[in-house]
């Protein structure tokens, strides 16, 4: 069983609105800190959002504003909602389970254990 399955990516105009979903066992769910990632077309991947475990959420500069991070512990589900879509928020995005309850100030790849294999979000002008 796939530890996270990302979900609710797609095509979108600039401006729009799009609600990414990742569904996780109850392993993996646990009481700690989840993320969102992005790699966009020939970039490394970057730190979008992160819950840690008490619901503080933090937001990348890029995103803050536009992205809300939430999360349901009754269907072990991470939500990322992001509004006013850019053509630049073209990316995979990934979702990203740490082993702590508090993220890292400045979360970075090595900082998260479980991975989902992506969903694309592609914003046109």
């Known amino acids: 069983q796939v530890p996270l399955v990302e979900s609710g990516g797609g095509s979108v105009q600039a401006g729009g609105s799009l609600t990414l979903s990742c569904t996780m066992t109850?392993?993996?769910?646990?009481?700690?800190?989840m993320g969102w990632f992005r790699q966009g077309p020939g970039m490394e991947r970057e730190w979008v959002a992160s819950?840690?475990?008490?619901?503080?959420?933090t937001y990348a500069d890029s995103v803050k504003g536009r992205g809300a991070i939430s999360k349901d512990n009754a269907k072990n589900t991470l939500y990322l909602q992001m509004n006013s879509l850019y053509p630049t928020d073209t990316a995979m995005y990934y979702c990203?389970?740490?082993?702590?309850?508090?993220?890292?100030?400045?979360?970075?790849?090595?900082?998260?254990?479980?991975w989902g294999q992506g969903t694309q979000v592609t914003v046109s002008s």
């Open positions: 109850a392993d993996t769910y646990g009481a700690g800190c």
């Open positions: 990203a389970k740490a082993g702590g309850y508090y993220c890292p100030l400045n979360p970075e790849i090595l900082d998260f254990r479980w």
């Open positions: 819950i840690d475990g008490d619901g503080t959420a």
